[in-house]
């Protein structure tokens, strides 16, 4: 239906009306500022030249640092009465007008930090209606040589209610009697951005008229000297910071806590001494200051101190309980003794600030130091342990933390014991602990152990037996890859029954004992990545807490059917994550349950695989695809392996009867010849060891094979007649054989060296195996150098089918005597001598 012409009209004003009422009701009165429903209005960084008169008068914070306000005038903020927080930071402004502030009687916190006035742009009524100021933030604003600049104390004495002041320090100028007046100042921090604080030195006067500081912070000033007794005036004095006056030295510090308060609780004096100071010694004279306050905490951090003075430490106050020394280079001497008086110590950071990735400055230094490493082994790592006997270290009781990591140590950990104490963590990472004998006593409530990065490459079985209580241990890259490979090592954890982390990645391990996690029942973390693992053959089963297991990074094909087993159990506790990225996992035939049983897994939601496109699956003809599309995977794998089944079985079935045919031939051939590839061995062997030259002169007349049950024989009679009547020589085994040696050389040499091998034949010497060996030994001589090698003396009547071929050949070939059991025998030595001498 079609409106009136008059209607139509009316409908459009109206519905212009209704865009225009929105359009000013929706419109953000704040731009470009945006004001928040609790009281904030946020104008940072927005390049604004003054404050916006848009922003509502109910507004209780301004956050309008970063812009480009110049000036503040009195009726900058005649418009915001309710502000309690105002922040100028990091504007430009360089004119206070007297009446700026007057309007913010209920302002808190004011920050004018980083403009570009001078102190001399405060007139003494700029803060005078500032009554509930609590915060002022100054700082960051002087860059002038002009001498006459004060600090404002006719500006600030009307600050009644100040807590905290931020400023810039000035040479050689001290805080006027307006600052007394100032009664509940106690936060002062004199610090400034870049090079703007200039304090240079304080004097006795410096802060007289501020009695009432309890926390004092002067950063960065170009301190070159403080007066003793310069803070002797704030008799509760808590916490006073000194740090990053590289030129203030120990010396410096020591005036300033000269004559100090009791109630000092904290000081912090990092980065006192120059970086290049070398040698760094805190003198007795530092800590006796010090020996009367309630010093809970000391930071020295960066300072390079290599000793204590002998008896400084015993004068440090019972109550200190933290300890920072970063960056030192401690080098032992007589204070070590002293350590255990500090009874309320409980951490100690001592740590270095080197490469928190390696105790190296760069991949190839570390690179170098393991050349470096591998060369010195043999001066320096190897020999027995065994006589290292354990020394004692005396602990303060009370000690729970102790952190020397990067400090450049190089030593053997070997047999110790330590006193009495609470150590619950001990961070030793990052040095060159390289050898970690044992054992170690005294540190049976520890919970924590960082060994990592320390180039490890020896440890033994008994070096963790004392940490029954350890649940965290880090001992990632090392190179014990060898010891954890090697069966006497299968026990190295099993005190740790409590573990709950162990990190053994980048260890280079590529072995390990089954053995070597089977007691780690309360372990929830476990992390072999980074190492040349080929297979996971350890027991999981009774990890009932494992959550992580990260085997990332390995040489992993697939995992056995018992070890996702033990998974699958697990997981119906609680949910486990299985990281085997990085690996070369299977894509074949024999591999498809394992693909399988992680789609399963996965699909149960109890066992997480991380990101699957980090996995690659790779097939028999070298190409691999990411499994991110498990499913798929699988699917086309199965597919093409239910192709090649078809032929699969007739494949096998003719290659099992060709292989059976060959090995069959093969073991005739070898049976048959056993004989002649066994001379040909001990010969080829004898001529690359013997220590006769290759045209020797045979060295006896005779070896003399017999079995033991004919020794009476030989020596009794053979020996006599041959060796003593007739002066020839014989080699007789039990005499003439070099000990130490296989008895199968021995054999072959004696058969060489010997013109020829005299067999007393008897039924006991067909049934040694080793008169058998010598025997055919003989035989095989003969073969291959044609010379007359056997012969043989019949002690008894032997049938044929018992004897030898290659005996029966040569008695079939007049090669042999027969022994007369009767009758003359004269006759018999007479033969037996004339054919050894032929």
């Known amino acids: 239906m079609l409106l009136p012409p008059s209607n139509a009209v009316w409908l459009q004003l109206l519905l212009a009306s209704v865009v225009v009422v929105e359009t000013m009701f929706n419109q953000d009165p704040c731009t470009p500022c945006k004001c928040m429903v609790n009281g904030t209005a946020d104008c940072r960084n927005k390049g604004l030249h003054q404050i916006p008169a848009s922003l509502p008068n109910y507004t209780q914070e301004l956050l309008f640092s970063g812009n480009k306000l110049t000036e503040l005038n009195n009726d900058s903020f005649v418009n915001l009465t309710l502000l309690v927080r105002l922040d100028l930071t990091d504007n430009n402004v360089n004119v206070i007008e007297t009446a700026a502030f007057d309007t913010l009687p209920n302002l808190r916190s004011l920050s004018l930090q980083g403009n570009n006035f001078t102190y001399k742009a405060f007139s003494p009524s700029t803060f005078q209606n500032l009554h509930n100021l609590t915060t002022l933030i100054i700082n960051d604003n002087i860059v002038t040589d002009d001498p006459t600049v004060e600090y404002p104390s006719d500006a600030l004495e009307n600050l009644v209610s100040l807590t905290t002041l931020y400023i810039d320090g000035l040479r050689n100028k001290p805080f006027r009697s307006g600052f007394l007046k100032l009664k509940y100042l106690t936060?002062?921090?004199?610090?400034?951005?870049?090079?703007?604080?200039?304090?240079?030195?304080?004097?006795?006067?410096?802060?007289?008229?501020?009695?009432?500081?309890?926390?004092?912070?002067?950063?960065?000033?170009?301190?070159?000297?403080?007066?003793?007794?310069?803070?002797?005036?704030?008799?509760?004095?808590?916490?006073?910071?000194?740090?990053?006056?590289?030129?203030?030295?120990?010396?410096?510090?020591?005036?300033?806590?000269?004559?100090?308060?009791?109630?000092?609780?904290?000081?912090?004096?990092?980065?006192?001494?120059?970086?290049?100071?070398?040698?760094?010694?805190?003198?007795?004279?530092?800590?006796?200051?010090?020996?009367?306050?309630?010093?809970?905490?000391?930071?020295?951090?960066?300072?390079?101190?290599?000793?204590?003075?002998?008896?400084?430490?015993?004068?440090?106050?019972?109550?200190?309980?933290?300890?920072?020394?970063?960056?030192?280079?401690?080098?032992?001497?007589?204070?070590?003794?002293?350590?255990?008086?500090?009874?309320?110590?409980?951490?100690?950071?001592?740590?270095?600030?080197?490469?928190?990735?390696?105790?190296?400055?760069?991949?190839?230094?570390?690179?170098?130091?393991?050349?470096?490493?591998?060369?010195?082994?043999?001066?320096?790592?190897?020999?027995?342990?065994?006589p290292y006997s354990a020394f004692s270290i005396h602990l303060p009781p009370n000690l729970q933390k102790v952190d020397f990591s990067v400090s450049q140590l190089y030593f053997h950990i070997t047999s110790f014991q330590v006193s009495e104490n609470n150590i619950r963590e001990i961070?030793?990472?990052?040095?060159?602990?390289?050898?970690?004998?044992?054992?170690?006593?005294?540190?049976?409530?520890?919970?924590?152990?960082?060994?990592?990065?320390n180039i490890a490459n020896y440890a033994t079985s008994q070096f963790f037996l004392s940490f029954k209580n350890l649940k965290h241990l880090d001992i990632s890259y090392n190179l014990l890859g060898t010891v954890l490979g090697n069966s006497s090592n299968g026990n190295m954890f099993s005190a740790l029954s409590k573990l709950q982390t162990l990190d053994l990645s980048a260890n280079y391990i590529n072995n390990y004992s089954y053995r070597l996690f089977s007691n780690l029942s309360s372990l929830k973390v476990l992390n072999i990545s980074k190492n040349t693992i080929y297979a996971l053959h350890f027991d999981v089963s009774h990890m009932k807490n494992l959550s992580v297991l990260n085997c990332s990074g390995n040489q992993i094909h697939w995992l056995t059917k018992t070890f996702t087993s033990s998974l699958d159990k697990i997981s119906d506790d609680h949910n486990i994550t299985v990281d085997l990225s990085g690996n070369p996992i299977h894509c074949n035939c024999i591999n498809i349950w394992f693909l399988s049983w992680m789609i399963t897994a996965k699909a149960k939601g109890a066992?997480?695989?991380?990101?699957?496109?980090?996995y690659v699956c790779i097939y028999e003809d070298g190409h691999f695809v990411e499994l991110d599309n498990l499913d798929k995977v699988v699917a086309d794998l199965t597919s093409s392996c239910q192709h090649v089944s078809v032929h699969f079985g007739l494949l096998v079935g003719m290659s099992l009867v060709t292989l059976l045919t060959l090995s069959m031939l093969i073991c005739s051939l070898l049976y048959r010849f056993r004989w002649k590839l066994k001379y040909v061995y001990y010969a080829a062997r004898h001529k690359y060891t013997t220590t006769h030259p290759s045209n020797h002169t045979f060295v006896y007349d005779a070896f003399v094979s017999f079995a033991e049950e004919d020794r009476e024989f030989v020596v009794n009679e053979l020996l006599v007649k041959v060796e003593e009547e007739s002066d020839m020589r014989l080699n007789f085994h039990q005499r003439d054989f070099k000990p130490g040696r296989p008895i199968a050389h021995n054999i072959i040499e004696a058969v060489k060296t010997s013109k020829r091998t005299l067999v007393i034949l008897s039924s006991h010497f067909l049934k040694s195996s080793w008169c058998v060996h010598e025997l055919q030994m003989a035989h095989m001589e003969g073969v291959s150098t044609g010379r007359d090698v056997l012969l043989i003396i019949l002690m008894e009547h032997i049938p044929s089918n018992e004897i030898p071929v290659e005996i029966l050949y040569h008695i079939q070939s007049d090669s042999y005597l027969e022994y007369p059991l009767e009758g003359e025998k004269v006759m018999f030595w007479r033969n037996l001598i004339g054919s050894l001498k032929n």
């Open 187 to 386: 936060h002062l921090t004199i610090q400034s951005r870049g090079n703007k604080c200039d304090m240079y030195g304080v004097t006795e006067d410096t802060f007289k008229y501020l009695p009432y500081l309890e926390n004092v912070k002067i950063i960065n000033c170009h301190l070159l000297y403080i007066a003793k007794g310069a803070f002797a005036h704030q008799e509760n004095l808590k916490t006073l910071d000194l740090s990053f006056n590289h030129d203030l030295t120990f010396k410096g510090v020591t005036n300033a806590t000269y004559g100090i308060a009791s109630s000092l609780e904290g000081l912090f004096i990092n980065a006192i001494e120059s970086p290049f100071a070398v040698c760094v010694i805190i003198e007795k004279s530092f800590c006796e200051n010090l020996q009367n306050t309630s010093l809970t905490e000391l930071q020295a951090n960066n300072n390079s101190v290599t000793i204590f003075q002998e008896g400084a430490l015993s004068l440090l106050p019972k109550s200190l309980k933290h300890v920072f020394m970063k960056g030192s280079s401690f080098k032992y001497g007589p204070y070590i003794g002293e350590i255990s008086s500090l009874v309320g110590l409980e951490v100690v950071d001592i740590g270095g600030y080197g490469n928190r990735i390696l105790p190296f400055q760069s991949y190839d230094d570390f690179k170098y130091m393991l050349i470096l490493f591998k060369s010195l082994r043999s001066v320096y790592f190897d020999g027995d342990y065994s």
């Open 427 to 453: 961070d030793a990472s990052r040095n060159l602990f390289t050898r970690w004998i044992g054992q170690v006593f005294g540190f049976e409530k520890l919970e924590t152990l960082n060994l990592s990065y």
């Open 607 to 614: 066992i997480s695989f991380g990101n699957l496109s980090d």
